[in-house]
Nanobody, 115 residues
C-alpha cells in the first residue's frame, strides 16, 4: 500500500521560501503524474502544481513563476520549491497523484506565511 508523507512546512515571513517534500513508500512517483495541492482555512482543496511522468510541469495561476515542482524518482520523492511566499499561500499542502486518488491523501504539511 503506497503512502505519501509530506514534510518541510513551517512559519515564514512574506517574501521567504520553503521547500516541501513528499516521500512515497512505493514507486508511485516514477510511474504516475504527481501533484501538489493545498487547502486554506475555510476553503476547498485546490491544485497547485503538477509534474508528469515525463517531467513536464504545470502550475496554477496564483503560484506561477514563484513555485517549482520537481521529482527525484530514485528517492520516490516529489518536491515543491516555494519562493516569494505571500500570506495567501498559507494552507495545508498535500501531495497526491494527478488526478488525485482519494485514498492516498496524507496528513499534509502546514505552511504559514506572515505579513
Amino acid at each position: 500500500q503506497v503512502q505519501l508523507v509530506e514534510s518541510g512546512g513551517g512559519l515564514v515571513q512574506a517574501g521567504g521560501s520553503l521547500r516541501l517534500s513528499c516521500e512515497a513508500s512505493g514507486t508511485i512517483v516514477s510511474i504516475r503524474d504527481m501533484g501538489w495541492y493545498r487547502q486554506a482555512p475555510g476553503k476547498r482543496r485546490e491544485s497547485v502544481a503538477r509534474i508528469t511522468s515525463s517531467g513536464s510541469t504545470n502550475y496554477a495561476l496564483p503560484v506561477r513563476g514563484r513555485f517549482a515542482i520537481s521529482r527525484e524518482n530514485a528517492k520516490n520523492t516529489v518536491y515543491l520549491q516555494m519562493n516569494s511566499l505571500k500570506p495567501e499561500d498559507t494552507a495545508v499542502y498535500y501531495c497526491n497523484a494527478w488526478p488525485p486518488v482519494n485514498s492516498k491523501w496524507g496528513q499534509g504539511t502546514q505552511v504559514t506565511v506572515s505579513s
